[in-house]
């Protein structure tokens, strides 16, 4: 039985000790070429947290009382419950919403972060509402981290301070690397 | 070499494709046999869905398009994480969901998209091939620089003389951010890519 205590343990590591995007290397393409400004981002964070919780709650049982007799099919019935819940939020959202972006739903589908975290609560062996608080520490993470780029992308940054090498992706990315140390910290 | 570099620099393959792939290129980076194993999957995996892709695309309709090519990905993907954990298990033990995750992968879903579904087989495999080769040398320098330097060994084999001055930072998350960084920076510098991509983008 999980307590209050453990669950707000499991939503603060997938947000800073245990987050996706900088220490485990899923969902960083994402989080990377996210070129949207910080209120978008929420949104695209909001909706991969989403897919990542309905994703998990149907790949658990599937994996639990069917997958475990055919193992090699793992990743295939997980990318195709992806790619449905993917779907049926598009057709919801085309229903419901005035404003939607088709290319989130397409970055929804190819968020590594997604798959990975089926894959990762899989082999832990993780329970159901284990699986389910997770999935949303992690999607929360994720959107966390996006929102913290987009944020310091949209920033004015004096280029001239920056060597023309490092100007760009690698700056990014020792940016990334920074934060991911900081947050390394916490794990101790 | 150079040439090579430049070649896939002009394309724009560095900024756009290490941002997309920057997650399996960092995560498969400490240790060599890790990236070449990772090089390799990803290699395959792109080339068979860009001659897949080429071939069938006039057949798949618009709104069909993610879901299909996404499924011959992991369909390729499955097969070769099979091929190597029957053959490289410790290979995929080092990988992990990194392996699986390809079958989502961006880099992968671009080249389908984007090159193997508006061009012929060949210029969708030379594609493929560049942008595969491309990101396995980026991936074998990394492990290089992090699994020599970071973890004093090379192939798995403790390196002797490097065993008191290993700097262990660089085995983890953020020496894989700081090697990649370094590494795409000096391809930079020596290839004259950001002089040639600034140029583009005033004209």
């Known amino acids: 039985m999980l307590t209050v205590e453990m669950i707000l343990g499991i939503l603060l590591a997938g947000l800073l000790s245990d987050n996706y995007a900088l220490l485990h290397f899923l969902g960083t393409g994402a989080v990377m070429e996210n070129e949207r400004s910080t209120k978008q981002s929420v949104v695209l964070g909001l909706g991969t947290t989403l897919v990542m919780l309905i994703t998990n709650a149907i790949c658990w049982p599937l994996n639990t009382y069917l997958l475990e007799k055919v193992p090699y099919l793992q990743t295939m019935i997980f990318v195709l419950v992806v790619l449905i819940v993917v779907e ?30 089926c894959i ?4 832990h062996h993780l329970s159901y509402v284990e699986t389910l ?39 990014a ?16 | 070499m150079k040439n090579f570099f430049k070649a896939c620099l002009l394309r724009g393959t560095p900024s756009m494709v290490l941002a997309l792939g920057a997650g399996f290129v960092m995560a498969s980076s400490a240790d060599i ?22 071939a069938i695309h006039k057949f798949i309709p618009a709104y069909a398009k993610l879901p299909v090519y996404l499924l011959i990905i992991t369909g390729f993907v499955s097969i070769i994480e099979m091929v190597m954990e029957a053959f490289f298990p410790i290979v995929v033990d080092m990988l992990g969901a990194h392996l699986a995750a390809l079958a989502v992968s961006a880099v992968i879903y671009r080249d389908a998209e984007e090159i193997a579904d508006h061009s012929g087989e060949w210029t969708s495999i030379k594609a493929a091939l560049t942008t595969g080769i491309f990101l396995t040398v980026i ?15 090379l192939w798995g084999r403790e390196i002797a003389f490097l065993a008191n001055y ?22 930079k510098k020596l290839t004259g890519a950001e002089e ?5 983008e005033h004209e």
């Open chain 1, 88 to 117: 049926v939020l598009h057709i919801i959202a085309k229903k419901v919403l005035d404003n939607y972006c088709h290319a989130d739903f397409v970055k929804f589908a190819i968020n590594g972060a997604v798959l990975g975290l």
């Open chain 1, 120 to 123: 990762h609560n899989v082999e």
């Open chain 1, 133 to 171: 608080v997770t999935s949303l520490g992690v999607g929360l993470g994720l959107m966390v981290t996006m929102c913290v780029f987009a944020k310091i992308k949209g920033e004015p940054v004096d280029e001239e301070a920056i060597p023309a090498s490092f100007r760009g992706l690698p700056i």
């Open chain 1, 173 to 188: 990315l020792l940016t990334a690397g920074m934060i991911a140390l900081a947050l390394l910290a916490l794990n101790f």
């Open chain 2, 33 to 54: 046999r890790a990236a070449l194993g990772m090089g390799a999957a990803v290699l395959i995996s792109m080339l068979l869905t860009s001659i897949v892709v080429s």
């Open chain 2, 139 to 153: 991936m074998v320098i990394c492990a290089l620089i992090r699994e020599t330097l970071g973890n004093a060994t």
């Open chain 2, 166 to 187: 290993k700097v262990t930072a660089l085995a983890g998350a953020f020496g894989a951010y700081l090697v990649l960084a370094c590494v795409l920076a000096a391809i």
């Open chain 2, 196 to 200: 040639h991509l600034e140029g583009e």
